[in-house]
């Protein structure tokens, strides 16, 4: 079975560190992109960033660019979104989801097909 | 991109055709994909390319548009189709999505 597995619900306080992970199976992990995907308590879904498990290439939304970071472990088919300081503001399910593409290179996705079944973080003091 | 979702929530019945409706701020060719969310589950990727339907997703979701304006059709509503839909683009970075549409039983 294809299948994105994220790791469990984080409480942390307000300037604390985090590191979330997704790990894949069922599926050779580097030929698919990865994104993350926000969604904040009771509203919709904001893309964050994307990587590319074969050389590690990031982009970021603007919206997220300088606060989270994006890495990939393709020796163990994993990606991780990581906070330096997290804020009260960084509440909320994050997920991960694969890119189905055009082509090989992936650089054109069509849609997200897989999706992890979602990180909680509560930042909370 | 700014992706415009109308309307915002919907109320219908079992058998009804709903349509909901994105608009894009610019063009996006054909890359426009189409999602369903059920409360506390990840969403689900129902249609890709603007029409094309994902595998094992029902034929009573449909797709259509290219440019800047889309819409998704649900030609019978069943009971099990009760969730908020979402449209991203990914015509370029940002992959923005919609706001969401809630289709709620009436």
């Known amino acids: 079975e294809v299948q994105l597995v994220q790791s469990g619900a984080e409480v942390k306080k307000p300037g604390e560190s985090l590191r979330i992970s997704c790990r894949g199976s069922g599926y050779t992990f580097n030929t698919h992109w990865i994104s993350w995907v926000r969604q904040m308590p009771g509203k919709g879904l904001e893309w964050m960033g994307r990587?590319?498990?074969?050389?590690?290439?990031?982009n970021h939304s603007p919206s997220f660019q300088g606060h989270v970071t994006i890495s990939v472990d393709k020796s163990i088919s994993a990606t991780y979104l990581q906070w330096s300081s997290l804020k009260a503001s960084d509440t909320a399910m994050y997920y991960c989801?694969?890119?189905?593409?055009?082509?090989?290179?992936?650089?054109?996705?069509?849609?997200?097909?897989?999706w992890g079944q979602g990180t909680m973080v509560t930042v909370s003091s | 991109i700014q992706v415009t979702q109308s309307p915002s929530s919907l109320s219908a019945s079992v058998g009804d055709r709903v349509t909901i409706t994105c608009r894009a701020s610019q063009g996006i060719s054909s890359h426009l994909a189409w999602y369903q969310q059920k409360p506390g589950k990840a969403p689900k990727l129902l249609l890709y390319a603007a029409s094309t339907l994902q595998s094992g997703v029902p034929s009573r979701f449909s797709g259509s548009g290219s440019g800047t304006d889309f819409t998704l059709t649900i030609s019978s509503l069943q009971p099990e189709d009760f969730a908020t839909y979402y449209c991203q683009q990914l015509n370029s970075i940002s992959y923005t999505f919609g706001q969401g549409t809630k289709l709620e039983i009436k």
């Open positions: 989801a694969r890119h189905i593409s055009m082509d090989d290179s992936g650089w054109q996705p069509l849609g997200f097909d897989i």
């Open positions: 990587i590319d498990p074969r050389d590690s290439y990031i």
